[in-house]
């Protein structure tokens, strides 16, 4: 039986491969406020600016590649049972190569209704008004927004107890719930943090080692630890 890998990932493993993130220019994304283009309030005031601002993204994704941080955590699963929890929208880690990705805050290459939230269909082309389900109800990007439930959360939490190990790689820790998600870890589990800028973590009974580096850098590195374990 492998050992059981269970991985966080934040924006920061993303942004080397090119993706934009709002924190990188003063909550900014696209110069929007995140409250315009990532909220429901924001998507009644203004559909077109909301599909508009999430074209431009689904447009983008299409022309980066994974980086060797998201190779490295696709090549693990030769040695361990790797089960990625992320909290970006992109398909970077799919790309990689990894078979098992829980995305906490929907996906960018998704759309679904605004009545039926089962109702969801892959999209990679631009989002439009008059864009409907089949009872005429207009779609949305498959995004949980700031203030939606987050519906992926129950599974997230069932697959972080399962961890032999934990990683976290490139989040601020700042964004809940899902930076409560290593509080579910059994005690004994090691927890290991990658980030150039780590957050200071409180209340942690784990063993926690910080590597301060980026992703490409530190998940390489965390390789060659984690197999010297095997």
């Known amino acids: ?79 361990f049972d790797v089960h990625i929890i992320t909290q970006n929208v992109d398909d970077l880690h799919e790309k990689a190569g990894s078979s098992k990705v829980l995305h906490l805050h929907g996906e960018l290459l998704k759309v679904r209704s605004t009545k039926n939230e089962n109702y969801i269909l892959d999209w990679n082309l631009d989002l439009n008004i008059g864009d409907v389900d089949p009872n005429g109800n207009q779609l949305r990007p498959h995004i949980v927004w700031f203030g939606e439930a987050v519906p992926a959360l129950e599974q997230a939490i069932e697959i972080t107890q399962q961890a032999d ?23 004994n589990v090691p927890i290991f943090y990658i980030d150039p800028k780590p957050t200071t973590i409180y209340d942690l009974a784990n063993l926690l080692e910080i590597i301060p580096m980026n992703a490409t850098e530190g998940v390489p590195f965390l390789q060659e630890k984690l197999v010297s374990y095997l």
């Open 1 to 79: 039986m492998k050992k059981k890998l269970i991985v966080l990932t934040g924006a920061g493993i993303s942004a080397e491969s090119g993706i934009k993130t709002f924190r990188d220019a003063d909550g900014l994304w696209e110069g929007h406020d995140v409250m315009e283009v990532a909220s429901p309030e924001g998507w009644l005031k203004n559909k077109e600016l909301v599909l508009d601002f999430y074209n431009q993204r689904r447009r983008q994704l299409q022309t980066v590649e994974p980086n060797i941080g998201h190779k490295t955590l696709a090549k693990l699963e030769s040695d």
């Open 165 to 187: 190990y934990f990683v976290i790689i490139g989040t601020s820790m700042q964004v809940y719930p899902a930076a409560g998600l290593l509080h579910y870890t059994n005690k």
